[in-house]
């Protein structure tokens, strides 16, 4: 097929703000169960491309496939969540009030989680899915506790369990350990690395240690479009990576 099997396939995407060029010329793909990182300067367009996948930013040309044959321009941005493609903000959203379960129970309803009256029918696979999520985001002792009580730490990977449990095949997360201890940080990376196969991820960071431990492939993105594309040492050796990072 035209995106060779990709989870994720952008070509020659360009997105313009009020006639200033976000994104120019992206060209990416992601295969399946890769574990991908993003980095760049400020301004270089990583959370744009984010919108972009997630149908919250509509290009103004270029193509976006996701899982070989659908074509994400022809998608709204709820369509785009239901089709398996799931999405970690920076800063956590979990439902305060509720518990660690509770907010779980709702992610795995949907659309419906405003509907009391489906709560406690959730299916026997569902159950399954969400014992599951709770040992692999270290908070299966925790499930009667409110969420505003957690770390936050803990509140990041509430909400990556928020999304887990949905099984999406692409998660995205931007800057997951921003504000983390070191120890947190290196949980995530182990309950990343972990997801890495069944799931494709994206990862947009600024720690680089973080990058490090996780990425086997980085792609560096500059003024809207790829700068280079490697392994960390082969990106951070490019002597266009050093301009750009250095400011020319
Ligand atoms: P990054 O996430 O890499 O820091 P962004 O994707 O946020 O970069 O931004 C890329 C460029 O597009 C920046 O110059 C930013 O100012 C601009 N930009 C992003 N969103 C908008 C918007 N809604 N309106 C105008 N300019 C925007």
Redesign the pocket.
Known sequence: DLTHGRILYLEDVH?S??G?K??RGLSIDIAPGELRCII????????????IITGK?RPDSGTVYFGGTINLLRHSEAEIAQLGIGRKFQRPTVFEALTVYENLELALQGDRRLRASVWGRLTGAQKDRLAEVLVLIRLADQLQRPAGLLSHGQKQWLEIGMLLVQDPRLLLLDEPVAGMTDQETERTAELILTLKGRHSIIV?EHDMGFVDTIAEKVTV?AE?SVLAEGTLAQVQADERVIETYLGR
């Open positions: 997105v703000f009020d200033f976000a994104i760049g300067p400020n301004g270089a367009g990583k959370t744009t491309m984010m919108d930013t947009v993105l809207g």
